[in-house]
C-alpha cells in the first residue's frame, strides 16, 4: 500500500505545471473559459508543440477575450519564435515595414527559450491588447490592437499556414 501512495504522489509531483497553467491563464481573461480545440503543430518528423484554445463558453469570437497556449515539445530560442511570428504576419499579407520592425523588437523582448514541455499562452482581453504568459508568469504585453489580430491569425484565421491545427483549434 505504500508503494501505491508513493507513486500516486510521485507522479501529482511531478505533473507539468504546464498541464494547468493554460486553464488557470484563461480564467484570468476569459468568461467562463473553456477548451475550445487543441492540436499538435508538426514540422516533418517533429512534433513542435501542442496548441490549445480558450474561449467564453468554449466558443470562439476574433472580438472576444480567448487565450491560445502553446507547450512546446522541443528546445527553441525565443528569437527564432519572434521571427518566425514575424515572417508569419507578413506571410498574410501585412506589409507595414515600420510596424513589423517594432513588433518583432518587442517579440525578441518578450519571448524566452522554451525547453520541451514549457508553455507560452497568449491571452486576447477584453481591450484587444495581447498578453503573454510563460506557463503562470505574465512576461509582456503588445498593447496595439491592430497586433492581436494579426497575431492570432497565424492559427487561427482563414489563411493559417496549417489549416489543419486551425480546424482542430476550432472544434472541428
Known amino acids: 500500500m505504500r508503494k501505491i501512495i508513493v507513486a500516486v504522489l510521485s507522479a501529482v509531483l511531478l505533473w507539468p505545471v504546464a498541464s494547468t497553467a493554460s486553464p488557470i491563464v484563461a480564467g484570468r ?5 473553456g477548451k475550445v480545440g487543441d492540436g499538435v503543430l508538426s514540422y516533418l518528423f517533429w512534433d513542435v508543440y501542442q496548441a490549445t484554445l480558450y474561449a467564453p463558453a ?15 515539445m522541443r ?14 504576419i507578413r506571410n498574410q499579407g501585412f506589409s507595414d515595414e515600420a510596424t513589423l520592425s517594432a ?14 514541455g514549457d508553455s507560452l ?3 486576447r482581453d477584453s481591450d484587444g491588447r495581447t ?15 491592430a ?3 494579426r497575431f ?20 472541428g
Do not use: C, H
Open 58 to 72: 468554449s466558443t470562439w469570437r476574433p472580438d472576444a477575450p480567448f487565450a491560445l497556449s502553446l507547450r512546446y
Open 103 to 116: 513588433w518583432a523588437a518587442r517579440l525578441s523582448e518578450l519571448f524566452p527559450d522554451v525547453a520541451d
Open 131 to 145: 498578453l503573454f504568459y510563460r506557463d503562470t508568469q505574465r512576461i509582456g504585453m503588445i498593447e496595439d490592437p
Open 152 to 171: 492570432f491569425n497565424i492559427w487561427l484565421g482563414e489563411n493559417s499556414p496549417d489549416p489543419k491545427l486551425r480546424r482542430k483549434l476550432l472544434g
Open 147 to 149: 497586433f492581436a489580430p
Open 75 to 88: 528546445e527553441i530560442k525565443g528569437r527564432d519564435i519572434a521571427d518566425r511570428t514575424i515572417a508569419e
Open 29 to 33: 481573461y476569459v468568461p467562463d473559459a
Open 121 to 123: 499562452t497568449a491571452v
